[in-house]
């Protein structure tokens, strides 16, 4: 993000362990980074 110069992104995160269902793969969380900016996290 700070080499674009952009304010907000995302990650996603996926998660290959066939043994977890997919309630337990799915998540979602926004976070506030020092420098100001919002990072948007999902995870799959």
């Not at 993000?1 to 337990?24: H, P, T």
Request: net charge negative; glycine share 14%; proline share 2%.
């Amino acid at each position: 993000m700070a080499a674009c110069g952009a304010s907000e992104g995302w990650l996603v995160i996926f998660d290959r362990d066939q043994s977890k269902s997919w309630n337990e793969k799915i998540t979602w969380a926004t976070e506030t980074l020092p420098g100001g900016g919002t990072a948007h996290i999902a995870g799959c």
